[in-house]
Each structure stands twice: as C-alpha cells, then as structure tokens.
C-alpha cells in the first residue's frame, strides 16, 4: 500500500510541475506585454515600469519561472514587500502575498465544498441504489425522469430563483452568508444551507444516475451471478457485492468534482457573493491580478492533484487488485 501511494505521489508531483510550467507560460509568456494588462488602459510608462519590476517580468522567461519555483520553496522578494515561502507570487493590487489572500478565501471554499459534497453525496447515491433496487418500477422511473430534469437546470438560474423565493419572498430561510464555524455554528450552517442545497442539486441528478448504472451494471457481473445462484438473499447481493463493486466509478468522479470544489465553485460564490476562492479568481480575471490568477489555478490544480491521490488510496482499499497495478 505504501509503495502504491508512492507511486502515485511521484506521478502527482510530475503533473503539478507540467501544469505550473504551462500556466506560467500562458500568463507570463504568450501575452505581448503581462504588465501592460495589469497596468490598465492609462497606464503611463512610469507606471508600467513599476508593474513590471513588481511582477518580476524584466527577465527572460525561463529565468521568471526559474525564480517563481524557487520562491515556492525558499520565498522571495519583490519590490512591493517580501513574500515567504511558499510564495506563489505577490499582488501588487492587494499589496500582500498571494497565498496569504487564498488562505483567508479558502475556510469559505471549504465549508461550501464540503457540506455541498454532503448533501448531494446522501441524496444521489440514495436516490440512485434505490432506483437500481426497484429498477423498471414507477419508482425507478420516477427517480431517473427527475434526476434528467435537475440535471439540465444551471446554478445561475436555481440561485436566484431559491434567492427570491425562498428568501426574499417566504423567508424561509436566511441571506446567504460565510460565518465562521469557530464564531457561530449555527450562523455557519444557516448561511450556507441555501448554497449547498442549490449546488447539490444538479450534483445530486448526475450521482443519482451514476449510482444507478453502475449498480445495474454491476449487477451483471459474474460474481454477483454466483451469489445468487449460491442462494444468497437479495439484500446480500445487492449491498455486500453488487454495492462495493460499483464504488468505483463513483469515486473516480467523486475525487474530480470534489478537488474541482475545494478549487472554488466560482458561480456559486459569485452568485450567493460568498467571498471564497471561485470568486476571488473572477475578481482576479476582472482586475488582470496576474499573480493572484496564477496563484488560484495552482492551488486548485494541487487540489486536484491531492483528491486524486485520495481516489487512488480508496481505489486500493475497495479493490486491492489495484495495488498490484
């Protein structure tokens, strides 16, 4: 197990350096002038001057990337202020170290991705084991028709829909908002409870699809055609070797969406204007805060990267033939 995860970490760290390379050659690289999007349209020469020397773009660029990795590891300084390691840059726009701004942003991030990944977690693989379990009833078909109509609505219509309705109109429940869960648990959980429910709604259609075909699929399968025919019950089957066995799929997709989550649910936030990562990196695009976009995409690349691992360590745990990989 130890030498699979291993293997798996050497890989991961392989993907994380291409991807830096790639998104510091598009941000820093292919733009004629980085500093001049920065800068803005009235931006004087002077001005320009000292973008460029706080962004680090008077070199060549294999040798900015050279020293971007470096202050990663070591720190850096810049003209605007000192950045410690790790350093994945410095905004000159918000005059302090960009990690320092992604760690302020991400306890909003987390607590949606989290309780979102919750709720549609329990409510698609219920939904989706219990129409497998009655497959071909009205039940079954009832889910799955359901299940195709939430999944073709969009967050940007359900949230101002649910904002209007649900609060504004009925008051049912209370204005979005991020309280710290350490302050106040019960503001933490009735500020996010509308974006969570609007956010898994369209995650609790395709899991409940998933669950469903997966099972199905499963069910199929040799193994579970022995069970039965060893007289096992159907409950036996369904849960103990039908079930396992179609976990895998569901995480493989649960591992990208959650790692796609903890990066930043950018209409999301944007929409119920929660002050987390997705919002910041739109923000960033607004503003041409180069080091803070870069900064945002990284961190959700490792995010990424490290769900990934975590899928992979699962995957090991579900079926250990995968270790042998």
Known sequence: MLR??????????????????????????????????????????DQLAIVERNLGIDKPVPMQYWEYMVGIFAGRDFPAGAC????????FTDNRPVLDTILDRLPT??????????????????MGMLAAWRRGTWLDKSL??????????QIYFLGPLALAVLVHQ??????????????????????LLLPWLVLSTIFTAN???????????????????TAKAKGMSRSTVFFRHAWRGSLIPIVTIFGIDLGSLFGGAM???????????????????????LPMLMGVMLFAAL????CNILVDACYALIDPRVRLA
């Open 267 to 289: 209409i999301t936030e944007v929409t119920f204007n929660l002050p987390g990562l997705g919002r910041l990196a739109v923000a960033s695009v607004v503003e041409s805060n």
């Open 303 to 306: 995010m990424i990267v490290l």
């Open 84 to 91: 410690p390691a790790p350093c994945l840059g410095y905004s």
């Open 144 to 153: 799955s028709s359901t299940s195709l109509v939430l999944g073709s609505f």
């Open 207 to 225: 899991y409940t699809r998933m669950a469903r075909a997966a099972l199905i699929e499963e069910l199929r399968e040799d193994h579970v055609r």
């Open 4 to 45: 699979f995860l291993l293997r798996r970490s050497l890989g991961a760290i392989a993907i994380l350096l291409i991807i830096s390379a790639v998104t510091f050659f598009l941000f820093y690289a292919i733009p004629r002038n980085p500093a001049l999007l920065a800068c803005g349209k009235s931006c004087t020469p």
């Open 109 to 126: 991030t987390f607590s949606l991705a989290v309780g979102g990944a919750v709720v549609f977690l329990i409510l698609g693989l219920s």
């Open 170 to 191: 009925t008051q049912i429940l209370s204005q979005p908002k991020y309280v710290p869960f350490t302050d106040d648990p019960v503001g933490w959980f009735s500020g």
